[in-house]
Structure formats: structure tokens, C-alpha cells
């Protein structure tokens, strides 16, 4: 049996060495992942279509305070019976707000409820997070009356269902 040499000795240790490295360098990133979170807000445009809006936060590495979440990508999901669909995505600016805007004609379930899902996911920096929002056609009527001295505002609220009909709240007058 021939004896490894100095040579070949030195080259094992040195591959091992670099290899126990690499190893503890891969599982030190994975840990050095910053919290973060998304809160998701929606409004309605005046051309029908509805804005969602993913507010960003991260926490700070010096003090540990939540701090905006700046360019980071966050992805907007449709969610569905069928599953998540992936329908973009938007980058966070200095405030820490993605902004999408969804079609006029997305998709909504038998209720007309819209929900959407965002995430900030794979970043290297950052934690994942995710965050899921639902949103329905509402219409809001305001009356204003005066009589004698006295001034009343009534409103009514009404649910807008997918075929363009309104229903009545309950108690909501």
C-alpha cells in the first residue's frame, strides 16, 4: 500500500477546510435573514378598477426597530378555488408601499369577494412574508335633511353583487 505523501496530506486538509467554510458560511446567511412583514391595504379608482397597496416593514439592524422596506419586490397573487395566480409584481419605494393595480374585470368568487395575496419572498435579505386581503363592491348612499333647526345625515349602505345588483346591509342605516 503506498503511504500518502506531505503533499497530498496538505491538499485534503486544505479542500476540507475550505468545504467546513463554505458549509458554515451557507447556514450563517440562512439565519442572517431580517424580519420582515406586509400589511396590505386596498382602494377603489374612479375607473372601477381597485389599487392594493403592500406596505413594507423591516427590522433594523442597528437598533432593531421596524424601519420601511425599501426596494424590495414584492408578488401580487389572485387567490382562487382553484389556487394562488401569480397576476405581477411591484417594487417597494423609499416609503416602503408596492402599488398594483388590479383590472377592472379581475376575478372575484360566487360572493363577490376579491382576495389577493402579496409576499415578499426568496430576497436575500429579507424574511419571507406574506400577507392576505379581501375586498367586495360596496355603495355607500348620503342624505343630508334639515328640518326645523335640526340637520341629519342618513346613509345607507348597499353590497354591489356581480351581477350589478345591490343589496341592502342589514342595520346599516
Do not use: C, W
Not at 397573487?77 to 417597494?92: D, N, P, V
Amino acid at each position: 500500500m503506498k503511504q500518502p505523501t506531505n503533499h497530498t496530506i496538505l491538499n485534503r486538509i486544505a479542500v476540507l477546510s475550505i468545504a467546513a467554510l463554505f458549509l458554515m458560511n451557507v447556514s450563517t446567511a440562512q439565519e442572517a435573514k431580517t424580519f420582515s412583514s406586509i400589511q396590505l391595504s386596498f382602494y377603489k379608482n374612479p375607473d372601477q378598477s381597485r389599487t392594493v397597496i403592500a406596505n413594507v416593514m423591516q427590522k433594523d439592524k442597528k437598533g432593531g426597530m421596524m424601519v420601511y422596506g425599501k426596494n424590495v419586490k414584492i408578488n401580487f397573487y389572485l387567490e382562487q378555488s382553484s389556487g394562488e395566480t401569480l397576476m405581477g409584481s411591484a417594487m417597494t419605494a423609499v416609503n416602503g408601499k408596492a402599488v398594483y393595480v388590479l383590472p377592472a374585470d379581475v376575478a372575484s368568487d360566487e360572493t363577490g369577494k376579491t382576495s389577493v395575496t402579496a409576499k415578499l419572498e426568496n430576497n436575500e435579505l429579507l424574511a419571507d412574508a406574506e400577507s392576505e386581503a379581501s375586498v367586495k363592491n360596496a355603495k355607500l348612499m348620503m342624505t343630508l335633511s334639515e328640518k326645523d333647526t335640526l340637520r341629519q345625515m342618513t346613509v345607507k349602505a348597499s353590497e354591489l353583487l356581480r351581477d350589478g345588483t345591490e343589496k341592502p346591509l342589514p342595520n346599516m342605516e
